[in-house]
């Protein structure tokens, strides 16, 4: 993994951001993810590692994403390498709300039912996005939110329905629900609403 600068941390979010690291380790599947930041209100600028090595599927994955002042994801750059073959793929997302899905082949338009966020399969650091978005770390709310998803390692692009809840919020630390599907679980975030703790998918280290 690349190496950077970890003497800056991150800072309150009305001070002038600063870069943060953040490691996660995954809970049943040999995997981390490590991810160097700028937040600032609810703007994010973000890169980061991905390595799955389980005895079934063993990949890496690099990432570059943005979200803008209100939130909303701007761009995604998303590449993975298994043993037999790389991938990338770019999705970007315009002022007008279209979206553009290029995986090498020419960019393709589509609207996603008015999605403004992006999630990829085990990286934790994209449930941070519609959290912060929404404030849910420090608001109770509840909301059903269409969402881009991309799976890995082969990068394939989805519309899915995802709903996050507040279920406590504390000085320190609180917690949001999130449900997909048939899957739900409890999410334990920190007051800038990035994932401290996601039972049965990943950890702070």
Not at 10 to 15: K, W
Not at 123 to 149: M, T
């Amino acid at each position: 993994m690349n190496s950077f600068n970890t003497a800056d941390r991150a800072t309150p979010e009305s001070r002038s951001p600063s870069a943060q690291i953040v490691t996660w380790q995954g809970y049943d599947e040999p995997r981390l993810e490590q991810v160097r930041f700028l937040l600032s209100e609810r703007k994010l600028r973000a890169s980061g590692r991905l390595v799955t090595a389980g005895p079934d599927e063993q990949y890496s994955g690099s990432f570059e994403v943005s979200v803008g002042e209100t939130g909303a994801v701007t761009r995604l750059l998303l590449r993975t390498a298994t043993v037999s073959e790389e991938r990338q793929i770019s999705v970007s997302r315009s002022s007008e709300g279209v979206w553009l899905v290029d995986s090498g082949q020419g960019a393709e338009r589509a609207d996603f039912d008015g999605a403004v966020d992006v999630d990829v399969q085990f990286a934790v650091l994209f449930n941070a996005i519609p959290i912060r978005r929404l404030n849910l770390q420090n608001e109770p709310g509840a909301h059903e939110l269409p969402v881009v998803y991309v799976t890995l390692p082969d990068l394939s692009v989805r519309l899915v329905r995802q709903t996050y809840r507040t279920v406590s919020v504390g000085e320190e630390q609180s917690v949001v629900s999130f449900e997909s599907g048939d899957f739900q679980q409890d999410i334990t975030v920190d007051k800038t609403g990035l994932v401290v703790d996601y039972p049965r998918i990943a950890h702070r280290i």
